[in-house]
């Protein structure tokens, strides 16, 4: 018996067919653009779908599969008229439509949190729903169906119309508590219940794959689709996060760390400091999510900067790592401020510079500065009962060993390497698989998810980066009368 886990991102698809013990037999990935007209960014849905039904014929081809789970990039939505055809191009992450009016909606923002888990931001899809309704009446009135992005490739396989709770919690419409998107919510938005799909949890069989797909795959048995989740989701299952006390740490562009509990909290706080309470895949589980938006994009920026032209840029830096900390301090707001501070106006800086610091103790100082927000937000959420206990690392920057033990000797957390590269392809396969054999997700999980031994804090780098933490924590509010628009006097 053999699976299909496709991951489905903002300019990039990947997917891997796995056999029942977790073996990898086959992998692919393409690349696809996004449409942008100044403020507005967004998906280009017609080369998505190309670009599915491409990778699903070859995968076929190579490696044959009797089910399809979908991890997919959240928020987005394809919204469809009468005879289903699309009203606009799905809005993306980056597009701005609907600041306004998550400013409008500031003051329910408790009330929104309490049921959806998510405070306004535009980001969010009821958002840009309110932005449409505001500037584009007319389509709006016209929307028949409303559906996330992985649901909508499910309904172009299948026909049939079934969406994750993972992915309806990114729409800041759905009730996290009772599975199913909120009339009351819907109400406040002035929002048509009846566009949404039907919710399921993840590993649910939304239908089988249409007959003509099945006659260009060559295929003589049925496929079957099923709900897979929202990438940080799958990403975090895929690496072996399947408990309370867990946090997966992705390291890529974003540095998004995934910490799991067993109970959504009703704090405010935690809503107003960007943390979202998120149904997770296993039934029971909650997660949020604790970002930097500048992770890999600060390391390839100093990397292309100070060793451009090197073959392996990465080893070359680390060479010149000293063995202790280096006393920098990096705060990493290259791209604006993400949780707690929620400052998009914030901006970075270094300090402690000497004639005699090289590249690498400011590329080490960068890694260090990383791992200190990432301390900073752990510590934040402790106050709504989220504690984890170890870090599991995920994404590009996790192949890196000296990033692992900054990163263990910051927080204090023992730091499991992975094993599994494309964690958000294997969790949607696990998620396949489970759907097929009827076995809970964590049993199927066991099969498929490898880690790499423990990166241990070092005792004596440890206690000196703690020293060094407790001025870091103070760096954001003594910086910030001056990163508004340049030094003020």
Same mark, same amino acid.
């Given at each position: 018996?053999?699976?299909?886990?496709?991951?489905?991102?903002?300019?990039?698809?990947?997917?891997?067919?796995?056999?029942?013990? $977790?073996?990898?037999?086959?992998?692919?990935?393409?690349?696809? %653009?996004?449409?942008?007209?100044?403020?507005?960014?967004?998906?280009?849905?017609?080369?998505?779908? =190309?670009?599915?039904?491409?990778? #699903?014929?070859?995968?076929?081809?190579?490696?044959?599969?009797?089910?399809?789970?979908?991890?997919?990039?959240?928020?987005?939505?394809?919204?469809? %008229?009468?005879?289903?055809?699309?009203?606009?191009?799905?809005?993306?992450?980056?597009?701005?439509?609907?600041?306004?009016?998550?400013?409008?909606?500031?003051?329910?923002?408790?009330?929104?949190?309490? /049921?959806?888990? &998510?405070?306004?931001?535009?980001?969010?899809?009821?958002? @840009?729903?309110?932005?449409?309704?505001?500037?584009?009446?007319?389509?709006?009135?016209?929307?028949?169906?409303? #559906?996330?992005?992985?649901?909508?490739? $499910?309904?172009?396989?299948?026909?049939?119309?079934?969406?994750?709770?993972?992915?309806?919690?990114?729409?800041?419409?759905?009730?996290?508590?009772?599975? @199913?998107?909120?009339?009351?919510?819907?109400?406040?938005?002035?929002?048509?219940?009846?566009?949404?799909?039907?919710?399921?949890?993840? $590993?649910?069989?939304?239908?089988?794959?249409?007959?003509?797909?099945?006659?260009?795959?060559?295929?003589?048995?049925?496929?079957?689709?099923? &709900?897979? %989740?929202?990438?940080?989701?799958?990403?975090?299952?895929?690496?072996?996060?399947?408990?309370?006390?867990?946090?997966?740490?992705?390291?890529?562009? /974003?540095?998004?760390?995934?910490?799991?509990?067993?109970?959504?909290?009703?704090?405010?706080?935690?809503?107003?400091? $960007?943390?979202?309470? /998120?149904?997770?895949?296993?039934?029971?589980?909650?997660?949020?999510?604790? #970002?930097?938006?500048?992770?890999?994009?600060?390391?390839?920026?100093?990397?292309?900067?100070?060793?451009?032209?090197?073959?392996?840029?990465?080893?070359? *830096?680390?060479?010149?790592?000293?063995?202790?900390?280096?006393?920098?301090?990096?705060?990493?707001?290259? =791209?604006?401020?993400? &949780?707690?501070?929620?400052?998009?106006?914030? =901006?970075?800086?270094?300090?402690?510079?000497? !004639?005699?610091?090289?590249?690498?103790?400011?590329?080490?100082?960068?890694?260090?500065?990383?791992?200190?927000?990432?301390?900073?937000? !752990?510590?934040?959420?402790?106050?709504?009962?989220? =504690?984890?206990?170890?870090?599991?690392?995920?994404?590009?920057?996790?192949?890196?060993?000296?990033? !692992?033990?900054?990163?263990?000797?910051?927080?204090?957390?023992?730091?499991?390497?992975?094993?599994?590269?494309?964690?958000?392809?294997?969790? *949607?396969?696990?998620?396949? #698989?489970?759907? !097929?054999?009827? @076995?809970?997700?964590?049993? /199927?999980?066991?099969?498929?998810?490898?880690?790499?031994?423990?990166?241990?804090?070092?005792?004596?780098?440890?206690?000196?980066?703690?020293?060094?933490?407790?001025?870091?924590?103070?760096?954001?509010?003594?910086?910030?009368?001056?990163?508004?628009?340049?030094?003020?006097?």
């Amino acid at each position: 018996m053999q699976v299909l886990g496709l991951d489905v991102g903002t300019t990039r698809m990947k997917c891997g067919v796995y056999d029942e013990n $977790g073996t990898l037999l086959y992998s692919d990935g393409r690349d696809y %653009g996004v449409k942008e007209w100044g403020r507005e960014v967004c998906l280009d849905l017609p080369a998505m779908l =190309s670009c599915a039904a491409a990778l #699903l014929k070859n995968a076929y081809a190579a490696a044959p599969f009797s089910a399809i789970a979908i991890s997919s990039l959240g928020e987005s939505f394809a919204l469809l %008229g009468e005879e289903d055809e699309l009203l606009l191009p799905p809005m993306s992450f980056g597009d701005l439509r609907g600041e306004a009016e998550a400013g409008e909606y500031a003051s329910r923002a408790r009330e929104i949190f309490t /049921v959806s888990g &998510t405070s306004p931001q535009a980001m969010y899809s009821a958002y @840009r729903l309110a932005w449409l309704k505001n500037h584009r009446p007319d389509l709006f009135k016209r929307a028949r169906k409303l #559906l996330l992005i992985a649901d909508y490739i $499910g309904y172009f396989l299948t026909g049939e119309r079934l969406c994750d709770r993972s992915s309806a919690a990114r729409t800041g419409l759905y009730d996290i508590r009772s599975y @199913r998107f909120s009339p009351a919510l819907c109400e406040l938005f002035g929002i048509d219940l009846g566009l949404f799909s039907p919710t399921a949890p993840s $590993g649910a069989v939304v239908g089988q794959v249409r007959r003509t797909f099945l006659a260009e795959w060559g295929a003589k048995e049925p496929v079957f689709v099923v &709900t897979g %989740g929202h990438d940080q989701i799958c990403a975090t299952l895929g690496a072996g996060g399947l408990a309370s006390g867990v946090c997966v740490d992705g390291l890529g562009t /974003v540095e998004c760390m995934t910490a799991l509990y067993d109970a959504p909290s009703s704090d405010f706080g935690m809503g107003a400091a $960007g943390y979202p309470n /998120v149904p997770f895949a296993v039934d029971g589980l909650y997660a949020t999510y604790l #970002l930097n938006y500048s992770c890999g994009s600060l390391v390839h920026w100093w990397l292309d900067t100070a060793w451009r032209g090197e073959r392996d840029p990465f080893s070359a *830096a680390e060479a010149g790592f000293s063995p202790s900390p280096t006393g920098l301090y990096v705060l990493p707001y290259f =791209s604006g401020a993400a &949780t707690p501070f929620q400052d998009v106006n914030a =901006s970075g800086a270094v300090l402690n510079l000497r !004639l005699s610091t090289s590249p690498s103790d400011v590329y080490k100082g960068i890694l260090e500065g990383l791992s200190y927000e990432m301390r900073l937000n !752990l510590e934040e959420v402790k106050k709504y009962g989220i =504690s984890p206990k170890r870090l599991l690392a995920a994404g590009g920057g996790a192949s890196s060993k000296a990033w !692992l033990q900054i990163k263990a000797d910051v927080t204090g957390l023992p730091v499991y390497p992975p094993k599994v590269k494309e964690t958000g392809v294997c969790g *949607a396969a696990i998620l396949a #698989l489970s759907a !097929l054999q009827e @076995r809970p997700i964590p049993s /199927v999980a066991e099969r498929f998810v490898r880690l790499g031994e423990p990166i241990l804090p070092d005792g004596e780098n440890a206690a000196r980066y703690s020293e060094l933490y407790a001025g870091y924590r103070q760096l954001y509010k003594t910086l910030k009368p001056f990163q508004k628009k340049g030094v003020e006097i």
